[in-house]
């Protein structure tokens, strides 16, 4: 029996093989490459980030405390800068940040808040920010050109030797 099972598989190389991924990549037509990356995402708008949030606080287990003083932290910093939060997210959480940040900062110490409770409101905020890179960095990549950074630096530097 184990001579016919021989004489069978004469002239086969059995193995195991895998295809990369580059490969089968390669072999994608480029119309379905432009569908997969060029997805239209709806624009990044401040409840999109909160909605993003509660998803984390099921998913990933954030803390809801840490989530509700965040969530407090963002609404704060809209309110200092005369936001609301179905408003798209612009220059004053990439470019001009630092300028809307100190309006923020400003506004609270109106208010007479404490420097420690100044100090908790820009440390909840940070998380805000993150994601806006997070997503700037994911949209960058879809599109397959330099992140807003980059950007910004190429542009600085295109007139430098």
Avoid at 4 to 33: D, I, M, V
Avoid at 119 to 140: G, K, L, Y
């Amino acid at each position: 029996m184990n001579k016919k099972k021989h004489e069978k598989t004469e002239g086969y190389n059995f193995c195991r093989y895998f295809t990369p991924a580059s490969l089968t990549a390669s072999q994608t037509p480029k119309e379905k490459k432009k569908r997969a990356n060029g997805r239209l995402m709806p624009p990044l708008t401040y409840q999109r980030l909160l909605d993003e949030q509660t998803r984390k606080i099921q998913l990933e287990g954030l803390n809801e405390q840490t989530a509700a003083n965040r969530a407090t932290a963002l609404r704060n910093f809209l309110r200092a800068n005369k936001m609301r939060l179905d408003d798209v997210v612009g220059d004053e959480m990439r470019l001009k940040h630092p300028e809307a940040t100190e309006r923020l900062v400003h506004m609270l110490e109106a208010e007479g808040r404490s420097p420690r409770s100044i100090s908790n409101t820009r440390a909840a905020f940070r998380p805000w920010r993150d994601a806006v890179i997070e997503h700037d960095t994911a949209q960058a990549l879809a599109a397959e050109k330099g992140t807003p950074f980059v950007q910004a630096l190429i542009s600085v530097m295109a007139d430098s030797p």
